[in-house]
């Protein structure tokens, strides 16, 4: 079993950034495919991000060019580099293992000026 513990959430001003890390439990890290996701008040969870043990990424629409996931097998983590933040990016955002679906607990991401 995969646990999953994020952390770098909170308060920005639009136009800001923000670093999201997402550290994962266990010793099989570099074979899982990790992924980013977000649910904002009254909407359905989406997906933001993914990558895979490979490194290949994939965006959603919404953040392509502003957002970038990435890992480090070393340390167990993946990360979410968010820049140009929007008040419509403020949402509590999760850590997702996509083979087993483990999900972290979230952690929230508010946009706001």
């Known amino acids: 079993q995969v646990q999953l513990v994020e952390s770098g959430g909170g308060l920005v001003q639009p136009g800001g950034s923000l670093s999201l890390s997402c550290a994962a439990s266990?010793?099989?890290?570099?074979?899982?495919?990790m992924g980013w996701y977000r649910q904002a008040p009254g909407r359905q969870r989406e997906s933001v991000a993914t990558?895979?043990?490979?490194?290949?990424?994939n965006y959603a629409d919404s953040v392509k060019g502003r957002f970038t996931i990435s890992r480090d097998n070393t340390k167990n983590t993946v990360y979410l580099q968010m820049n140009s933040l929007k008040p419509e990016d403020t949402a509590v955002y999760y850590c997702?293992?996509?083979?087993?679906?483990?999900w972290g607990q979230g952690t929230q991401v508010t946009v706001s000026s």
């Open positions: 990558i895979t043990r490979g490194g290949v990424t």
């Open positions: 266990g010793n099989s890290f570099r074979a899982l495919t």
């Open positions: 997702r293992e996509l083979g087993n679906d483990y």
